[in-house]
């Protein structure tokens, strides 16, 4: 699916402390149009990030409805985030939305894809994007064998992940919730 080529998300649980961290490429087809974009948001009176990878008006749209849900449920983030799964896999016109979501608060980080999966990771790491696999392992690796904080785990993952994906780059946008 060409639309998930055009970034990298990271979110790390550590220490009590969940981080989402994105760069800021945007890229169409094998242009780069954009180093700056902001990929992570946050709701729910700054109590949940949300980082998002794929097709932006998709995962726009995939975001509002996923606030609407987080307010639904008064924070209640597993459950909402189920209820967006439910109505993104069953709805005619969400099930034709190319994005993927990491949702994250200060007890759970999830992956939310349109196929109606709702993932908590094992490890309290996970990543999307084009770059997930490579940012992902780096962050296993630092996890297992460094002192460093999850702010600083995300950081080093995408900069690793920078260096290898071509639709990755170095402007890292970070966001922390302890």
């Not at 970034?7 to 994105?22: D, E, F, P």
């Not at 490429?25 to 990878?53: C, E, N, S």
């Not at 690796?141 to 170095?170: F, P, Q």
Request: aromatic share 6%; hydrophobic share 45%; charged share 25%.
């Amino acid at each position: 699916m060409d639309t998930f080529r055009g970034t990298t998300v990271i979110g790390i649980k550590r220490n009590g402390v969940t981080t989402l961290a994105a760069d800021g490429q945007v890229t169409i087809g094998q242009a780069i149009v954009k180093g700056t974009a902001r990929k992570i948001l946050r709701l729910y009176d700054d109590k949940v990030l949300v980082g998002f990878a794929g097709a932006v008006a998709d995962a726009q749209t995939l975001a509002e409805r996923f606030e609407g849900k987080i307010e639904e449920y008064h924070g209640n983030l597993p459950r909402a985030a189920v209820e967006l799964a439910r109505e993104w896999r069953t709805d005619k016109y969400l099930r034709r939305l190319e994005s993927m979501l990491l949702v994250g608060n200060s007890e759970h980080l999830l992956l939310i894809s349109g196929s109606g999966e709702v993932i908590q990771p094992d490890g309290d790491v996970v990543a999307i994007g084009s770059g997930a696999g490579y940012a992902l392992a780096a962050a296993r690796v630092l996890i297992k064998h460094t002192d460093l904080d999850s702010k600083g785990i995300a950081e080093e993952a995408l900069r690793v992940a920078a260096e290898i994906c071509i639709y990755t780059n170095e402007n890292i946008v970070v966001e922390t919730i302890q």
